[in-house]
């Protein structure tokens, strides 16, 4: 995470860095897909209910990191607390915008587009996709070879087809 630590030992967090917008990136597609594959399909659809809660549970599990960061951060008679802490969770965006995706399909579904089944499907292929975007970018921006950044991508990949599989047998 981009910050420094002052002499009073204070956390400042200053602008996002590659590794947040990676962790926030990759943590918010896998809790995308995992709360996609979770939603019941035995009860009656709800796309509009089941996209806003989706996003409403990514805006909690960033609020929750970023807070957490921030308090492991406090120092005795530190000042500003609470401005470092909202600057902290406001810099976990990464990991709300990461569910859009899945939440725009769930939109889609909402809307009478397509069903809430095939908004999911979409959903998990979107974000295995970026799953391996997310992979292979971090790898190429480390500079690593173009080998070595698909086998990261593909690593990645396993997130979301772990998810998948774990859907498919559960149903």
Do not use: K
């Not at 602008?15 to 896998?30: A, E, H, K, N």
């Amino acid at each position: 995470m981009s910050g420094s630590t002052a002499a009073g030992g204070t956390y400042e967090p200053r602008r996002i860095s590659r590794q947040q917008l990676l962790f926030g990136g990759v943590y918010g597609t896998v809790l995308a897909s995992a709360l996609a594959a979770a939603l019941d399909e035995n009860g009656t659809p709800n796309a509009s209910y089941d996209a806003l809660w989706i996003f409403l549970s990514a805006v909690a599990a960033a609020a929750a990191h970023g807070y957490a960061h921030a308090i492991a951060h406090w120092a005795p008679h530190t000042r500003r607390v609470t401005a470092q802490t909202v600057r902290s969770v406001l810099h976990e965006w990464p990991l709300v915008a990461a569910v859009l995706p899945t939440v725009a399909a769930l939109l889609g579904a909402a809307l009478h587009w397509w069903t809430e089944d095939h908004a999911v499907n979409t959903a998990m292929a979107i974000n295995t996709a970026a799953l391996f975007g997310w992979g292979l970018w971090t790898a190429r921006v480390a500079r690593q070879s173009w080998a070595t950044a698909c086998r990261v991508g593909a690593m990645d990949v396993l997130l979301g087809l772990f998810i998948v599989a774990a859907n498919i047998l559960s149903h």
